[in-house]
């Protein structure tokens, strides 16, 4: 009686646990920023004006070169190579921003800045998920990043790029569950 009653109650554990997602686990990714959402960092970087805008002016609209989080300074060979990559453009072709840039050198240097937010949330039965036979992850978040060209004090280019909306749904199906990975390394050795 015993020995059944330990059964029940390990199925009735292991029934509990099946869809009990909230032991799942979940995480995030935030790169420092001034901003909370993709479309509040557009805006600011949006009031960047060339051949108006400070570098100095910068820091204002959340875009400090100095002391923000999440910035790269890039030196000017770097700058041509980015926004110049190949030599047969001529240089009338160029934006005018960047054809400034590249007639300054040294002078000219570029920021780039890189922010984002990511959560990430395994979905679906624990027990599946605990064991390994299947794990489902869905991200969602955004990520943002502009670059800023700049003269000595002046901004002379600004372009931007990134995701507005990241929502990503990742599936993972392991048959032998806790065993694949061990299969897969086995299945390695013995082609080496």
Request: contains cysteine.
């Amino acid at each position: 009686m015993q020995a059944f009653m330990r059964s029940l109650a390990c199925a009735l554990l292991a029934l509990g646990l099946a869809g009990c997602s909230g032991l799942l686990p979940r995480g995030s990714s935030v790169a420092s920023s001034p901003f909370s959402t993709y479309d509040e960092a557009k805006a600011a970087f949006d009031r960047i004006e060339p051949y108006k805008t400070s570098v100095a002016q910068l820091a204002d609209l959340g875009f400090d070169p100095q002391s923000s989080a999440n910035v790269t300074v890039i030196p000017y060979p770097e700058v041509v190579a980015r926004l110049a990559p190949h030599p047969g453009v001529p240089l009338e072709a160029l934006d005018r921003g960047v054809r400034d840039c590249m007639l300054a050198q040294s002078a000219c240097r570029a920021y780039v800045y890189r922010f984002s937010q990511q959560s990430r949330k395994r979905e679906g039965e624990f027990l599946s998920d605990f064991f390994n036979f299947r794990r489902i992850t869905h991200i969602e978040g955004w990520r943002f990043e502009a670059m800023v060209v700049a003269r000595d004090d002046l901004v002379l280019f600004k372009n931007v790029g990134g995701e507005p909306r990241i929502d990503v749904t990742e599936r993972q199906v392991n048959p032998l569950g806790p065993f694949q990975s061990g299969g897969e390394a086995a299945g390695s050795w013995t082609r080496r």
